[in-house]
């Protein structure tokens, strides 16, 4: 069973910066890309980034420049380091295989950016 936890949300300051974790259950990461997701308050979850099983990146565009995926295939862990944080980036931040699958979202973990 495949079991995708998320961590290392909380309250910062408009520019300030944190990095989320997600530890992942089972071999998923062996061959699956995974992504960084978020739900801002009355939205739409949104793709975040990607990272593919070759390191190979990708980002939404209000993220890039200020974002990084990065994943730790012995770990089964994939990170999201955010820099520069607007409060337009608070949101629930979930990780789940790019592209997702309903059965794998979790809680998520909450980001709240203050001006």
């Known amino acids: 069973q495949v079991q995708l936890v998320e961590s290392g949300g909380g309250l910062v300051q408009a520019g300030g910066s944190l990095r989320l974790s997600c530890a992942a259950s089972?071999?998923?990461?062996?061959?699956?890309?995974m992504g960084w997701y978020r739900q801002a308050p009355g939205k739409q979850r949104e793709l975040v980034a990607a990272?593919?099983?070759?390191?190979?990146?990708n980002y939404a565009d209000n993220m890039k420049g200020r974002f990084t995926i990065s994943r730790d295939n012995a770990k089964n862990t994939v990170y999201l380091q955010m820099n520069s944080l607007k409060p337009e980036d608070t949101a629930v931040y979930y990780c789940?295989?790019?592209?997702?699958?309903?059965?794998?979202w979790g809680q998520g973990t909450l980001v709240t950016v203050s001006s």
């Open positions: 789940n295989i790019f592209p997702p699958r309903t059965a794998y």
């Open positions: 990272i593919f099983s070759d390191g190979y990146t």
């Open positions: 089972g071999s998923m990461f062996d061959h699956n890309a």
